[in-house]
């Protein structure tokens, strides 16, 4: 349904997983949209979202002030989605997550923009004191704060989806390993689907939801790290031991692929990440700063998963669950 008022929108970060989706849901409702990336030449696969013309690529990096003025000229909504999951060389977790998003509310806010949504993530509060990582999320957050009091703070739990970072990767190691390595298998998660994220970000934009406030997204299914492993593998047609490390093993197979030549798949600070809790506060479930405050109803991983698991199966799309016993006990 396209909005009554279009309006032109700036996205920091809108090539990626989650940008594609919220960049796709505003075309759609007729706004006109930036997609602010430091290689534009590389982000052609954003056009097609919209009308001709209606999303462009235009070249920002947040380390430079003078490109994301540029970026936000005359914008009236403006979404941040920039982050890292790990250092490396000049993107560093306060370059990005704290410097970067200060910068981009100043921006915003010189440039008149009448909402400014900005990406962090859920229990980052919770993991500051062990986590690198969640403590620049979090001063990222107090920074936009700063710089743009009426801005909306949105903390996704898990993404799931088409292209996800976890299921996918996950899904890969249980098709190419005997094994299954498990960090702190108790640890709970809230995944939540990226369509609802996007969903959420747009109405934010548009002024559907509280300025100056932190809003928490979790899906309807609260499960553990063993349980989100385990229903992979039931997806993928995968019947893989699961290896359980402790947290001091899983830094030490962190340390190890920190020295190789490509990026690693784990780093120290995910595995502390990986020993607190990762869902929704009751603060905000009573706030109604959720899903459920939203009027959004979340999409559960049933619906989803087995859309795109499937590929990891030993015969893709022509296993079918009933098969599991015969299957993945050979694959």
Known sequence: MQSLD??????????????????????AKGHRVRVAVRRPDLAGHVRPLGTVGQVVPVQANIRNMAS????????????????????????????????GARTIAQAAKAAGAGAL??????????????SAYAASKLAGEQAVFDAFPGAIVMRPSLLFGQ???????????ARLFPVLPLIGGDTKFQPAYVADVAEAFVLAGEGQLKPGKIYELGGPQVETHRE????????????????????GMGKMLAGIMSILPFPPLLTADQVELL???NVVSDA??????????????PTAMD????????????HGQFDKASNLADEAGTA
């Open 117 to 130: 949504v900005h990406m962090s993530a859920l229990g980052v509060d919770k993991a500051a004191e062990i």
């Open 228 to 247: 989100l492993l385990e229903r992979i593998q039931r997806e993928a047609l995968r019947s893989r031991p699961l290896l359980p490390l402790s947290f």
């Open 6 to 27: 279009p309006k032109l929108v700036t996205v920091f970060g809108g090539s990626g997983f989650v940008g594609t989706q919220i960049v796709q849901l505003l075309a």
């Open 163 to 173: 292209g996800d970072g976890f299921f996918n990767l996950m899904a890969g190691l």
């Open 68 to 99: 994301i003025e540029r970026a936000v000229a005359g914008a009236d909504i403006v979404i941040n989605l920039v982050g890292i999951g790990a250092n490396k060389g000049a993107q560093t977790f306060q370059a990005v997550h704290v410097d």
């Open 275 to 277: 020993s607190v809790d």
């Open 303 to 314: 619906t989803i998963l087995p859309t795109y698991l499937w590929r990891f199966r030993k």
């Open 284 to 297: 905000a479930i009573k706030e109604k700063r959720t899903f459920a405050g939203m009027g959004i109803v």
